[in-house]
């Protein structure tokens, strides 16, 4: 009776079993990325990291029986071990088909390698079944096994057994030559680095196991019993596992973009569409007024004129969306109520259609501090897909009212007193799948769609400092609920006591660097009664308002452009004038919606805002509000 120390077992066991935990992650994690990417590498991947499971597992299993003195469980489990060795025969080939860049000859190569390595090791696995001896023998060679607990169980290796060992030693150094002369070709050490030092791993670890076999002794560590194969095996593929886990990602982030640019096409192509319709609007209504007006007929050249000043207002609503979701957006707020927005929007948006709008607000309906453009665009875009979600009919649900949350709401984690716009359809509802994607750019389910509706209304009332939730279920509509916060103050509109309109005339200053923009912002101030001088930058600015100081006659406003291409904007210009003239009235105007100073402009030293492209009205608006503010002053 031979006599063991089973303690000399306990730490190979220990490190197969680390191996086997390393071996069935890497599995997981290359199985996962096969399901989302179904690419023949990653599937390769995966019949490779199960094999190594395969072995490691059964080496595990075959050093325990040798601790609970079980042959015939260790002798199972070694031709299961010695037949997942067999397999990479076809694995290998199979795996650098895909992971090689290589060219038509080497795809064949690997390809008829491929089918080989499968025939030869489904004839090995038909012959370990019906021959055993053959391949590995399920009767106990105790000349040879049994001197230690970590050969216990293992069957005598047969004549295919040693076959598939010099097939195995070949296929891998094939792999290690077939690497090393791609990477000095191709210079791309990205991604198979990995994969040819984990090779060279369990390369060393496969001719110490077969020097072992052969002469009983180890080449590397010491000659306790321990499968370095199985540990070179296992940083062969989580090595590789690292090696096509960054190609994977490399790949994926390369299509994002390529989805991101087509999308940018349909965008530049939608927004040049719409473009062009407004523009064919605008230059045919003025073509037919100017002839109009050379032929006398005065009402009917007013009524082109107003159709073209339509068609460039809804241009400059399209670029403020685009701003809106490119950059953010700054809102310019003023505080009002969302009653009439949000009927006048929707009314509007749905005319025409075979969709009804129903309405339902709070009698005491609390304020907001909003940009009136860009929530209107919000109740636009949640209108419209729900327009288009019910192409055969249906009914909006639009309803506001005031709520305080006294405890975070669960989704967005917010608390506090808003004002809740809730907007609901009875379309067909957004599927499960995808309805947490719905505000991610780009993303649509209509062929026609550009995916930024949504995108932009998110971004509009995070800037607002609000939030929005969406419930919807197949079948059953979709509905959508906007947190806007609710303020104390009392809109503009519902003042007593203002002061009545300035009388609009003086000097004023304007700069701007564009002629046109100076051309026509010059008229219509003319046209309102003032005298207009004109600058093309900050530092011409600031020189013609210190003369016009000095000799006693200063400006009673002036309107600076924020950005001034190669020169001095207006907000390095407000405060020099500020140096010059603390009581200074000034005007900021820009076509960048995006900046902070439209929103907090007078944090900056401004009185007024005016963002182009502007109406005659809009501008005569913001002086008049500047007049008004100054005679209050005066009356004080």
Not at 492 to 504: F, N, Q, W
Request: with cysteine; charged share 15%; net charge neutral.
């Amino acid at each position: 009776m031979i006599t063991f120390d089973k303690s000399l077992i306990l730490y190979p066991l220990i490190v197969q079993c680390f191996c086997i935990g390393f071996l069935t992650i890497g599995t997981i994690i290359v199985s996962y990325t096969f399901l989302k990417s179904r690419e023949r590498l990653h599937l390769a991947s995966v019949f490779i990291c199960l094999l190594a499971l395969i072995f490691v597992l059964s080496e595990a299993i075959i050093l325990y029986s040798g601790w609970i003195e079980d042959a015939r469980l260790g002798m199972r489990f070694h031709r299961l071990e010695q037949l997942s060795l067999v397999w990479y025969a076809f694995a290998i080939p199979f795996f650098m088909i895909y992971m090689l860049d290589n060219n038509r000859s080497q795809v064949r190569t690997n390809a008829v390698l491929t089918g080989l390595g499968l025939i030869f090791s489904l004839v090995v696995t038909i012959t370990a079944f019906t021959d055993p001896d053959f391949f590995v023998s399920q009767t106990l060679h105790r000349a040879t096994w049994l001197t230690h607990h970590g050969h216990y169980g293992r069957g005598e290796m047969g004549p295919l057994s040693f076959i598939k060992d010099y097939i195995l030693m070949a296929m891998m150094l094939y792999l290690i030559v077939s690497f090393s002369i791609y990477l000095s070709l191709h210079r791309d050490l990205t991604y198979l680095v990995y994969v040819l030092g984990g090779s060279m791993l369990c390369l060393v670890g496969a001719i110490d196991d077969l020097y072992y076999i052969y002469y009983r002794t180890h080449i590397i560590l010491s000659d306790m019993f321990f499968s370095r194969f199985s540990l070179g095996l296992t940083l062969f593929v989580m090595f590789s596992i690292i090696g096509f886990m960054r190609k994977y990602m490399d790949q994926t982030r390369a299509l994002e973009k390529v989805a991101q640019i087509q999308s940018l096409g349909i965008l530049a192509g939608g927004i040049a569409h719409d473009f062009n319709n407004l523009l064919t609007a605008v230059i045919g209504n003025l073509s037919l007024a100017r002839l109009k007006s050379e032929e006398g007929d005065v009402k009917q050249t007013g009524l082109l004129i107003q159709e073209a000043e339509g068609a460039s207002l809804r241009a400059r609503d399209l670029t403020r969306q685009l701003l809106a979701f490119s950059k953010g957006g700054s809102p310019l707020k003023e505080v009002t109520s969302i009653r009439d927005i949000v009927r006048d929007t929707a009314l509007f948006v749905a005319s025409g259609s075979g969709v009804s709008c129903d309405f339902s607000f709070s009698e005491n309906l609390m304020n907001v501090s909003i940009d009136i453009n860009q929530i209107s665009q919000v109740v636009q875009n949640m209108v419209l897909n729900a327009i288009q979600a019910m192409p055969k009919g249906g009914r909006i649900s639009l309803s506001a009212e005031n709520i305080n949350l006294f405890t975070r709401d669960p989704k967005s984690g917010r608390r506090g007193k808003f004002v809740k716009l809730s907007i609901r359809d009875t379309g067909p509802g957004i599927p499960k799948k995808i309805i947490h994607r719905i505000f991610d750019p780009y993303f649509t389910t209509r062929e026609s769609g550009s995916g930024l509706g949504l995108t932009v209304s998110h971004s509009i009332i995070q800037n607002h400092g609000g939030f929005i939730n969406v419930s919807s279920r197949e079948g059953s509509g979709t509905l959508f609920e906007i947190f806007l916060p609710a303020t104390g103050d009392t809109a503009a509109g519902e003042t007593s006591g203002a002061a009545p309109p300035a009388d609009l005339s003086g000097s004023l200053l304007v700069m701007d660097d564009d002629a046109s923009v100076l051309s026509v912002a010059t008229k219509m101030l003319e046209h309102m009664g003032f005298t207009v001088t004109q600058a093309l930058n900050g530092q011409q600015a600031v020189e013609l308002y210190t003369n016009a100081l000095g000799v006693g006659r200063p400006y009673d406003c002036v309107i600076l452009d924020l950005t001034i291409k190669g020169g001095t904007g207006g907000r390095e210009t407000i405060t020099a004038l500020k140096a010059v003239n603390p009581d200074i009235k000034a005007i900021v105007s820009s076509g960048y919606s995006n900046d902070p100073v439209l929103s907090n402009y007078r944090e900056y030293g401004f009185a007024g805002v005016i963002v182009k492209p502007y109406r005659f009205d809009e501008l005569r608006k913001v002086l008049s509000s500047i007049m008004v503010q100054s005679l209050r002053r005066g009356t004080q």
